[in-house]
């Protein structure tokens, strides 16, 4: 599997490379303020970018793909999320995807059995997993905008208390730190596990998994196991919001690393298929309304073609059709 | 049988010896390594040469895809990396989906042509690799710089193989796209692809020949306008025959209020000639003002397996004839493609048609609102709409030796949406009908694995493979209600179900609906009906027998 061996080599040397800077060579200011800053502007322009980027090419076709019955007679009832006919059920639709992964939760698994027999079965773990991992991280970046403020709002505040609601270590337990450990760590499995995904995939599809695995690793254990001071690392992260450049305190070794990958996958970001982030909102076969024949949808380019006429074709067969009775523009 | 296919006990042995549906071993081999291979059944033969000539096409030539020179044209390489810019400009869609794939693995297993050959590079995700691999490494910089990480590779001649055979190993049915998290469509790939394999002269003969007769006379099958007419009048004889009704319908005639535009497979292809005997019955039963067109006389359009140009160049003389001939409207007969050029590019590409009038069944004065800018409606929702308002009178029981199944198909199904209006039709002409398994019909519905111009005799092995999953789902509803008859609204449906149903399901029989609502119509002033349209005899109806009703 040497797909799967390359990325996490990679990741391995990344995180290395701050180990050994700070630790080593004291380029604190360096992995504190100079990288964080750098990769929050790639990852803000260069998700910018790549958003304009498709914005900017036109829809020339209406093409939803229509997963439900349309709109067609009075009394035929239309399936309006999946069939959608207005903008609104249309943005509902793309939303569901977004929040539910509602096309992933409809995920089958085929399978062969003697006398060439297929079968289709309900299949919602990539769907679970998927959504797990999702929900997870954004509870986990959500929570940790606490860092950026004096005053942690009541809601993060909320959302914070609710994730670690089972308080059954010291210090609380984030459900979110063992599901989103448990998702990445499933995902990564069934690509390695799985004949065909192992097929399918590339070592641009194993790099971000290990990269968000480590990440969540050494956050986890510096909050249960190193218990590493937040004070300072609150410092640094209200200096970065309020763009006073001062070197950081002393924080441990272990943060520049978190810290740090987090910068990689920041950069990495609008380079990778992590694009799928926005591209989900944008994708024609779903955020389009399946209403072409009622409402003409226009293409900016329509490519002017020149056809066979009628009168081109009557000329051709005038004699034939006068013949078989048909009637003819001219005799 | 056909000498492109095996024998169907080899085929059942291969399935039955592989313990999975991904076939090989793949362990240390990566999609990218294994060689195409090109055998007897797995590949269409190449436009010939005048076709390609008389279309004003690239590169016209004799070759084969089993020659190891396939003569591309000089500079081929800069055609098609240039071809793929400029489209990748035009297409969001293209540009979108080559970005954004995760490889999440959803579509892998749910195209029938990865169920049926076991081929990697058939699951939907690794058919658009083959274009993704050659973007990233002509397109984005970073990926540029990760070569060799992300998967990339130079475009080669193999590629070019690789391409044709795959994008021709897809029927365009879009069943990949409904699991797809984001909507991939491997359809809007496929079609892009096989576009850009026309620019080096890559192509298909089954495809290329009709869209040039089409073109040229009017329709695929090349039927000219005197031939034309006497097939349907050859029909109106045979419905003479067995109902002694003659119904007339006329051509080319201007101030009719509808013209009527079918697949010309319906006007000279067995089954489908049934289903337009089915129309014909139809509309003189409720006494529609109608015309046919010789020269608008396909609904299909083959052009959208060429390119998007050629799609719009056919379909443009559908308006063209409609406006020619005062209508007010158009009716559409049983197609899937033609429905979703109709459906979702004709109003677009050679609209608005602004000359026709919103349609409103004459019968019912049912305003079809869903069709107000195209003015184009499918004639099952123009049935249904009728029976709905009880304007036909319908025997079902005539279809009582029928027992019916419903097979959707793919671009009515995913590129149009219409599932119950067929469903209602089918319930009020025929009292037995059972649906396939709930992952093989509707959004879920199986292709029938020669869409898409696939549907030649020389693709026999593909055809028959891909078609599998849905002659499974068939012969399941065979094996438990006794179904013997298939119904579908789509020609090509038509023209390639009877040979895969005789291949995996024998003793299963292919219809139109509207054939079948050609049987159950009582028409005023016919005869004692005692055979079907296809002079079979009903069940119930036999001579000599008193009648029920």
């Known amino acids: 599997m040497k797909k799967a061996l390359i990325p996490l080599l990679m990741v391995a040397v990344l995180a290395l490379i701050p180990y050994i800077g700070v630790r080593y060579a004291g380029l604190g200011y360096l992995f504190g303020i100079v990288i964080p800053y750098s990769a929050m502007a790639v990852l803000i322009c260069g998700f910018m970018s790549r958003m304009a980027d498709w914005l900017r090419r036109p829809v020339p076709f209406c093409i939803p793909t229509t997963c439900g019955q349309e709109k067609s007679l009075d009394w035929i009832r239309q399936d309006k999320l999946e069939s959608p006919s207005s903008f609104f059920y249309a943005a509902a639709r793309v939303l569901s995807e977004v929040f539910f992964f509602r096309s992933l939760f409809r995920n089958t698994r085929s399978e062969l059995h003697k006398g060439s027999n297929l079968t289709y079965g309900s299949n919602k773990w990539l769907w679970l997993g998927g959504l797990a991992f999702h929900w997870s991280l954004l509870v986990i970046v959500l929570r940790h905008a606490r860092f950026f403020f004096i005053m942690v709002p009541d809601s993060l505040q909320y959302l914070d208390d609710a994730d670690r609601f089972l308080d059954v270590t010291l210090p609380a337990f984030y459900m979110t730190d063992a599901l989103v450990l448990a998702a990445v760590t499933f995902l990564l499995l069934r690509r390695i596990r799985d004949a065909r995904m192992r097929v399918i995939s590339l070592p641009t599809d194993f790099f971000p998994l290990f990269l968000i695995m480590a990440i969540v690793v050494l956050g986890i254990s510096m909050r249960y196991v190193t218990k590493v001071d937040v004070m300072p690392v609150k410092a640094l992260m209200m200096n970065l919001v309020n763009f006073t450049f001062e070197p950081p305190g002393e924080i441990g070794t272990l943060f520049y690393v978190h810290l740090f990958l987090i910068c990689v996958l920041a950069i990495y970001f609008p380079f990778s298929k992590l694009m799928h982030m926005g591209g989900i909102f944008l994708s024609p076969t779903r955020n389009q309304a399946n209403n072409s024949r009622a409402k003409r949808h226009r293409n900016p380019w329509n490519s002017a073609i020149k056809f066979r006429s009628y009168a081109e074709y009557e000329d051709d067969y005038r004699e034939k059709m006068k013949k078989a009775k048909l009637p003819v523009e001219k005799q | ?549």
């Open chain 2, 1 to 549: 049988m056909s000498k492109y296919a095996p024998k169907v006990s080899e085929l059942k042995k291969e399935f039955d010896e592989k313990p999975t549906i991904l076939k090989g071993n793949y362990l240390d081999k990566e999609w990218w390594d294994i060689p195409v291979e090109f055998r007897e059944g797995n590949w269409c033969f190449p436009a010939k040469p005048e076709v390609l000539e008389s279309l004003g096409f690239a590169n016209p030539r004799k070759w084969a895809a089993t020659d190891q020179d396939w003569k591309l044209p000089s500079g081929w390489k800069k055609t098609i990396s240039e071809g793929l810019k400029s489209r990748l400009k035009k297409y969001r869609s293209l540009k979108l989906f080559l970005d954004t794939c995760v490889r999440c693995g959803a579509c892998a297993d749910k195209c029938h042509f990865f169920l049926g050959t076991g081929d990697p590079k058939n699951m939907p995700v690794v058919r658009a690799e083959l274009i993704r691999s050659v973007y990233r490494n002509d397109f984005p910089l970073a990926e540029k710089i990760l070569k060799g990480f992300s998967g990339s590779r130079k475009l080669t001649t193999e590629v070019i193989k690789e391409w044709h055979m795959y994008f021709n190993q897809c029927t365009e049915c879009r069943r990949c796209s409904v699991f797809c998290p984001f909507g991939i469509d491997t359809a809007e790939i496929t079609m892009l692809a096989r576009e850009l394999l026309n620019l080096i002269g890559v192509n298909n003969n089954w495809i290329l020949e009709p869209v040039s007769n089409c073109n040229r006379t009017g329709n695929h099958l090349g039927i000219e306008p005197h031939t034309f007419v006497q097939n349907i009048e050859s029909l109106v004889e045979d419905i003479e025959d067995i109902t002694g009704v003659t119904v007339k319908p006329t051509f080319n005639r201007k101030g009719a209020e509808v013209l009527f535009i079918t697949p010309s497979g319906d006007v000279f292809g067995d089954p489908g000639v049934y289903t337009m005997m089915g129309y014909l019955l139809l509309f003189h039963h409720i006494g529609l003002d109608y015309t046919i067109s010789t020269y608008a006389s396909e609904g299909g359009n083959f052009g959208m397996f060429t390119s998007n140009d050629m799609m719009k160049k056919l379909n443009a003389k559908m308006y063209h004839e409609a406006k020619r001939l005062g209508v007010k409207w158009i009716l559409g007969g049983e197609c899937g493609h033609m429905w979703r050029v109709v459906h979702q590019y004709m109003d677009t590409m050679n609209g608005p048609a602004d000359f026709l009038e919103q349609p409103v069944s004459p019968i019912t004065g049912t305003k079809f609102t869903n069709a107000a800018s195209t003015k184009m409606v499918h004639i099952a929702e123009f049935t249904a709409d009728l029976i709905h308002h009880k304007k036909l009178k319908l025997d079902p029981t005539r279809n009582d030796h029928l027992r019916t199944t419903f097979h959707d198909s793919c671009n009515i199904a995913r590129g149009m949406g219409m599932f119950d209006e067929p469903r209602y039709v089918l319930q009020n002409v025929c009292k037995r009908f059972h649906e396939m398994p709930e992952n093989t019909i509707r959004e879920q519905t199986f292709c029938c694995g020669s869409g898409s111009g696939l549907n030649t005799e020389e693709y026999m092995d593909i055809r028959m493979r891909g078609g599998l999953p849905r002659a499974n789902a068939v012969k399941h509803v065979k094996d438990k209600h006794q179904v013997n008859s298939l119904v579908t609204i789509c020609a090509i449906d038509r023209a390639s179900l009877p040979t895969l149903m005789n291949y995996w399901v024998p003793g299963v029989s292919v219809y139109g609906l509207h054939e079948l609502v050609g049987n159950a119509l009582v028409m005023q002033g016919e005869k004692k009906r005692t055979e079907d349209l296809r002079e079979n005899p009903m069940a119930g109806f036999e001579d000599g027998e008193e009648d029920d009703e």
